[in-house]
């Protein structure tokens, strides 16, 4: 016997949007994953009477609906969900910089350059040419400042990365300095920046448009809902490329549904 029915199969693909509280929808880029999972917890009662317990109440007592995303936009924006915390930039100036301070200089350790309290990661990088010179002194307490040879050789006294904007001594001269004075001109440049200036479990709201390799795709919407972190985001890999994951907790809007899964059938 065969039924009349066509069954709706669907091989799911889509894209995400995250609606923000200032309004509109940020397509959150591409992503690997994304699951809805929803879970009860019941009231159970059973009877005392005779040697089998018979069920006697079986009621949902609370739903959990929530939504697991992977998303391989590692942008400074979706990064700040997985931190909790908020995405910016750092506009990097080029004007020179003169006798920066690094106190208690030692040999064998990276030290960044332009390290403040509003950019405690130092800069992005630094200029190395024949115009633009990295140059280093040292001394100490009140005495004169001597220059500092950079490396050219093994008997060399300092290094510099200009990618990373970090200089690493060799030596240090005579005399023990207590103080490296290093003159230096910041790349221009304005890097992305995701910063957890303090833990922000904000609330927005989820959108999913599918786009699927078979059948026919549905959406979903989760109109409020708090985004957080649901793992590790692996650095170094040889088998694939970084990934952020994320949990979605539907919360209950004022009104409406809290999770809505709608398309033509």
């Known amino acids: 016997m065969t039924e009349d029915h066509n069954n709706l199969i669907v091989v799911g693909a889509g894209r995400l949007y995250l ?7 940020r397509y959150l880029g591409e992503s690997s994953s994304c699951g809805v999972t929803v879970t009860s917890e019941y009231i159970t009662v059973e ?3 005779g040697p089998v317990a018979r069920r006697l109440v079986h009621k949902p007592r609370s739903v959990t609906r929530r939504m697991d995303l992977e ?13 909790l915390g908020e995405a910016g930039s750092a506009t990097q100036g080029t004007d020179k910089v003169t006798d920066e301070v690094i106190k208690g200089p030692r040999t064998g350790v990276w030290y960044p350059l332009g390290v403040t309290a509003d950019r405690p ?11 633009k010179k990295v140059t280093v002194k040292t001394k100490k307490g009140a005495g004169n400042a001597s220059s500092l040879a950079r490396k050219t050789d093994d008997k060399a006294n300092f290094e510099l990365c200009t990618k990373s904007g970090r200089i690493r001594f060799f030596a240090l001269g005579t005399g023990s300095p207590d103080t490296a004075l290093v003159t230096y001109t910041p790349l ?5 920046r995701a910063t957890s200036s303090g833990a ?30 649901n793992g590790q985001i692996a650095l170094k890999s ?20 809290a999770l809505v899964m709608y398309g033509p059938e």
């Not at 609606?19 to 929808?25: S, T």
């Not at 998303?71 to 700040?80: G, I, P, S, V, Y």
């Not at 990661?121 to 115009?131: C, H, K, M």
């Not at 952020?244 to 009104?255: A, D, K, N, R, T």
């Open 19 to 25: 609606i923000e509280p200032e309004g509109g929808e």
């Open 200 to 229: 922000q479990l904000r609330e927005f709201g989820l959108r999913y448009i599918e786009d699927a390799t078979e059948g026919t795709g549905k959406r979903i919407l989760a109109p409020r809902c708090t985004v957080s972190p």
């Open 188 to 192: 221009a440049a304005t890097p992305a």
């Open 47 to 49: 009877s005392s009477d």
């Open 71 to 83: 998303l391989l936009d590692m942008t400074a924006q979706n990064l700040a969900l997985f931190i």
């Open 121 to 131: 990661e130092g800069i992005w990088g630094v200029e190395d040419s024949d115009t």
């Open 238 to 257: 040889r088998t694939e490329a970084q990934r952020i994951p994320l949990q979605v907790e539907v919360l209950e809007p004022g009104s409406g549904p």
